[in-house]
């Protein structure tokens, strides 16, 4: 039967759509709702306004922003000083605070044009990649392992996390971006790269023991779609499963006609009992590279093969020689009865004759070794060698990568499930997008070579002109992550029940120009970061508060905590243990016994931890839904289960225990410590300047500085645990000064 839920989310959604919405909307005769919710219009590039605060505009963000602000009587912050904005678009575009000598590097820069090239600094360095896949593996749900009791490892999922990494990097438009997540198989000039890409198909939840596999099938295609709704569209369509949409103008129909498009996909796997069963990954390439590769290999096969046998029947007929000539009573090394019993067949040699086989059996080898005469020493030279150059020459295997896949162009028939249960169809569906949504959907899928080609229809349909909603969902995405929130704070549902954007023209101005750019990204993220807007002071102003209490109007920045990755990767900066290894499986650092204690089966799942690991950024750390690495869970990482638009930002009591008082910081102010003593020398001053340069990217004010030197004082004649003296006193006393800066607000937010 169907899970529970979708029957409980069904009753429930509708006594509130009685309670909250009345009678549902009309549907037309075609099964279609009809809406005038904005985030359904079509998108136009609205013209830019003029506002009296000209002189300050950097380009058309401004003028939306700040026209607003006028027609409100606010006036926007001024501009933060260098130093701030420094770290603030450090932490923000690659996810590390600048180092002193970037921070030198840029103070000297007093030529027009230093924050632009500063920008094109940032967006260039390969850490800008694994600082922004973050934030889309979040919306991805990226995980490494499977969830539920067992929680098995996903194999080489992990390759998913670089594609996203590589494709920030190298700038891919966001419309191939999402083309390949979705149809990666099927896109044209498809390739490994690709076909990794559609792993974001296939990283939900997997139930490796069901109790019921055909209707978990559907769940698995659920989550799907799901999440591609969420992720690309900002629609819950999920809630249209079992019944019409009770808040948006979408239907069951509309639900099953996406469903369709992801119907044909088939997982690796292995029934291995009814209730019981393994998925793995699978061969990536284009068709050509796979026939070489297995011909290749099949070449290869059959020259080993053929060598090894040679080499076999040589030495084969050298040991023949030896045992018959030892049973012959020639041979003072063998004696006759044991040359008896090499001889004889296994199956019929008795205890004793086994025995002395085994007894004998390397002496046998190392005789026969030294038995070779000297032509067929030289034929055994020249064997080995042609086994050892074919065997190196062998070619790499292709890529494995955790996908779904389709095998056959022919069409596979969906039906519309009757309360979304599977057991009760209620007739075929095809493949469709949302009828409120159909203007300039085009003609229906073309089956290709050997899939249907539904999935490359669908992203084809997303990414058009036509679609209004996949521009302003993942422009609003990346405002979150520069801004605070987004233009539209329910960043996953844009839907009539989610949020009103409170500046609509810019979001549409911002996203007409990301398509008509061609979608390039960094381009996006350069007109955000260079504008005005972003670089204003965060301090605040009690009119403003006072009249714009939730600050939607954007008349200052608004300080945000770093979130967990940004946090930790900043303290391995900061310290100087941050490892820069890009790419490559993932890392498992060192966990507390009583974190691997706490699952199901204490300790599996999670692999070793390598020294040279301990310090990779945390993007590379693996994955495990069951298993939260502590100060990652501590600073409100997801779970990745679902897909998650805005993580969650708390404050609490464990967060300051634990990074006051355990390990990870701790034993990192320690490092802190030796740094400040390597890199400034022993002085006080020089070290208190080296430390706030590090961890606040400015120097100590006079009184930080009086401060800290009266602190560093009075640490080191304390005892330590109260007991005895240690024998460095000022090194203790460095790491307490240590730990606390890296225990600030100033560390912990960008402001």
Known sequence: ???????????????????????????????????????????????VPTTRFGGRVRNPIDSFV??????????????????????????????????????????????????????????????????????????ARYGESNGYERDGSKPNAWRFRDYVIAAFNDDLPFDRFVSEQLAGDEVEGS??????????????????????????????????????????????????????????????????GILAVFTPLKRPEKIKSATHRE??????????????????????????????????????????????????GGDAKIS?????????????????????????????????????????????????????????????????????????????????????????????????????????????????????????????????????????????????HLLGDGLVTTESDFGEMGDVPFHQELLDWLSADLIDSGWQVKRLLRQIVTSAVYRMDSRPEAAAVAADPQERLLWRFRQRRLDAEAFRDSVLSVTGQLNRTMRGPSVYPALPGAVLAGQSRPGSGWGKALAQSEGRRSVYIFSKRSLAVPELALLDAPNSTDSCSQRAVSTTGPQALTFLNGTFMTSRAAAFAARLAADAGTGRENQVELAFRLAMCRP???????????????????????????????????IALCLVLLNTNEFAYTR
Request: glycine fraction near 6%.
């Open 336 to 480: 006759a009865e044991t040359a008896k019993a090499f001889l004889t067949d296994p199956k019929t040699s008795n205890p004793q004759q086994k025995a002395l086989v085994k007894q004998h059996a390397k002496k046998l080898q190392q005789h026969v070794s030294e038995s070779f005469s000297e032509s067929e020493r030289a034929q055994r030279t020249r064997l080995t060698s042609e086994i050892n150059s074919a065997t190196a020459s062998r070619p790499d295997p292709p890529l494995r990568a955790y996908i779904w896949y389709e095998d056959t162009p022919k069409a596979v028939k969906t039906q519309l499930f009757q309360r979304g249960d599977p057991y009760s169809p209620r007739g075929q569906v095809n493949p469709a997008v949302p009828a409120i949504l159909r203007n300039g959907m085009g003609s229906a899928p073309k089956s290709l070579k050997t899939s249907t080609g539904r999935r490359l229809w669908l992203a084809r349909w997303m990414t058009s002109r036509s679609n209004p909603l996949v521009a302003r969902v993942f422009v609003n995405r990346l405002w979150q």
């Open 700 to 734: 100590p004010t006079a009184e930080e500085l009086a401060m800290s030197i009266a602190f560093l004082s009075e640490q080191a004649k304390l005892t330590p645990n109260g007991t005895q003296p240690d024998k460095d006193p000022a090194r203790r006393a460095m």
């Open 191 to 256: 390739d490994a790269r690709s076909q990794i890409a559609t792993t974001f198909l296939r990283l939900g939840t997997w139930d490796d023991e069901p109790a019921d596999p055909f209707a978990d099938r559907f769940d698995q295609l659920d989550d799907v779609l799901g999440t591609t709704a969420s992720a690309f569209l900002g629609l819950t369509l999920r809630c249209a499963r079992c019944h019409d949409h009770k808040f948006e103008p979408l239907s069951q129909k509309d639900y099953y």
């Open 1 to 47: 039967m169907h899970r529970p839920f979708a029957f409980a989310c069904s009753l429930t959604l509708g006594m509130m759509a009685v309670s909250l919405a009345g009678e549902p909307p009309a549907v037309p005769a075609d099964g279609s709702k009809q809406s005038d919710h904005w985030a359904f219009q079509g998108i136009r590039k609205p013209p």
């Open 66 to 139: 700040f026209g607003r602000l006028d027609t409100e009587g606010l006036a926007p912050r001024p501009v933060a000083d260098r130093l701030t904005l420094h770290r603030r678009v450090s932490l923000d575009l690659i996810g590390l605070p600048p180092s002193p000598a970037e921070q030198r590097h840029f103070a000297a820069d007093t030529r027009p044009g230093a924050w632009e090239r500063l920008v094109g600094r940032l967006l260039a360095r390969p850490e800008f990649g694994e600082r922004w896949a973050r934030h889309w593996l979040d919306v």
């Open 279 to 328: 998925e793995f990954d699978r061969e990536v390439g284009t068709s050509a590279e796979l026939a070489s590769y297995r011909q290749t290999i099949a070449s290869s096969d059959e020259l080993l093969g053929r060598l090894n046998k040679q080499q076999a029947e040589l030495a084969n007929r050298i040991r023949d020689r030896v045992l018959k000539h030892a049973v012959a």
